[in-house]
């Protein structure tokens, strides 16, 4: 490198080859998310973007402020590292008694199956590197949730195993031999060799909950491949449908169907069901494998989540009264929420995909692509043109491609946020579509336009790579 070449005469300082790799994937797109939610829309600021792309849950937000502002409770030990990096006595006492009381767990979750960090990203990326290799293989069922995709590639530079389900319902245990078969083909071709199955229920971004006997055939494909199975159940208390009822995999004895309980791993969070995205405290549980746990407790300090935060969920959980209260009140108003959100849809004759779980809805809108063939190159282009349209129209809606669907054209809606600001964004939506007379026009501030230096082949390609942490 030139020692002028900054101007000043002076040598500049370099970065390692993994921040310059980290930098040449970079793109436009986390610009783009540090923009909306540095301006997005609130009842108080009606001005800017309406966010209905991000899982974050608003429903219950004023009970739980006043909640937490009335019942902080530090000990003198919350100033310290506490009685344990790897969470404190009280977190474990809250948690394992959640897991026996509302995930049906099996066996006693004890602290010793236990450790916890800063939101269940963290722990993730810490699980993965100690799964895989660089190079190896995460299998995952597409669509799949955004961040896996970050923490196993950007992070952990594995490689992800997309396996495409076709027209099979995505939480029947038919889906298993998808999985066979991609294995089968890669082992054939040489790689990349697989180390571990992702299990997300409710699933993220499709919003169903997986059947036991689906749960089942996830950990026989694991023993049968030599795989780790690793549940994310951080959406576990956020079902509305109550004929789809959430089965964890704690709630299951791996080894009376066929598996080795080493192989079974939990990940469990309050951001989504108790809509504290902010608080970042997450929990990793897994009840057969001492080494995995040392090597996690080894890790710890680097993961620990905030003291404030601790106290603040184990108080919740461990008052029944005021925790009955907020689930109870959250789901009710979660359905509520679905169901407008799924009356829009209907009204305006946007097929989806029926929900039972989470903050959002997979919606199907391939007929408002733009279809101009001589400007664009393929379906994915006329995904990402959607995506800006919507974008400089006020609202932010998260595209397939984050998700790695293997179709173009569909978006998730996330739905659980403010009831005035999904009122808004439906109504741009129906201006931006062209679906009803609701629309009025916008202010400047409505426009991202954070694009418009790029080409639309070079945000289309970012957008397929999508290494982001977006929920």
Avoid at 184 to 208: D, M, T, W, Y
Wanted: glycine fraction near 6%.
């Amino acid at each position: 490198m030139s020692a002028h070449v900054n101007g000043t005469g002076l040598r500049p300082s370099t970065l390692s080859k993994r921040a310059q790799a980290r930098l040449a994937a970079a793109s436009c797109l986390s610009d783009a998310m540090n923009r909306i939610y540095a301006c997005q829309y609130t009842v108080e600021d009606p001005h800017g973007p309406v966010s209905l792309g991000v899982a974050e849950n608003a429903l219950a937000h004023h009970e739980l402020v006043e909640l937490f502002n009335s019942s902080l409770a530090l000990e003198t030990a919350d100033l310290t590292y506490g009685t344990a990096l790897t969470g404190s006595k009280r977190l474990f006492a809250a948690f394992g008694k959640l897991f026996a009381e509302r995930f049906h767990a099996v066996k006693p979750v004890l602290p010793e199956h236990m450790v916890s960090g800063s939101g269940v990203s963290a722990l993730l990326d810490q699980l993965l590197s100690l799964l895989v290799d660089e190079g190896e293989g995460v299998a995952l069922a597409t669509p799949y949730y955004a961040g896996f995709s970050g923490v196993i590639k950007a992070r952990n530079r594995a490689v992800t195993i997309d396996v495409h389900l076709s027209d099979l319902d995505p939480s029947s245990p038919e889906t298993v031999r998808c999985f066979d078969d991609k294995f089968e083909q890669l082992k054939a071709a040489g790689g990349p060799v697989p180390r571990v199955v992702i299990l997300c229920s409710p699933h993220n971004p499709l919003g169903f909950v997986y059947p036991r006997e689906t749960v089942v055939a996830y950990m026989q494909l694991a023993q049968r491949w030599d795989l780790h199975l690793v549940c994310d159940e951080i959406y576990a208390l956020s079902v509305y449908d109550p004929t789809r009822p959430f089965v964890s995999a704690l709630s299951i004895d791996p080894k009376s169907v066929g598996c080795d309980p080493s192989r079974v791993h939990v990940l469990y969070g309050a951001s989504k069901d108790f809509g504290v995205n902010g608080l970042r405290l997450g929990v990793f549980v897994s009840q057969a494998n001492p080494p995995l746990l040392q090597a996690f407790v080894a890790a710890a300090i680097w993961l620990k989540a905030s003291s404030a935060a601790d106290a603040l969920v184990s108080g919740l959980l461990n008052n029944a009264p005021k925790l009955d209260a907020y689930l109870t009140t959250n789901v009710s108003r979660m359905h509520e929420a679905y169901a407008r959100m799924t009356s829009w849809l209907d009204q305006h004759r946007i097929p989806y995909v029926p929900a039972a779980a989470g903050h959002y809805l997979w919606a199907d809108l391939r007929r408002f692509l733009p279809n101009d063939p001589a400007r664009f190159a393929d379906d994915a282009e006329r995904e990402t043109q959607l995506w800006l349209d919507l974008l400089d129209g006020g609202v932010y809606l998260a595209p397939g491609s984050f998700y790695s669907s293997p179709v173009h054209g569909h978006f998730r809606i996330t739905f659980t946020v403010h009831p005035a600001c999904l009122e808004e964004g439906l109504r741009r939506l129906e201006r931006i579509l062209g679906l009803g007379t609701r629309g009025q026009a916008l202010g400047k501030r409505d426009s991202i336009r954070f694009a418009d230096d790029l080409s639309l082949a070079t945000l289309t390609e970012a957008l397929k790579r999508a290494d982001l942490q977006c929920c």
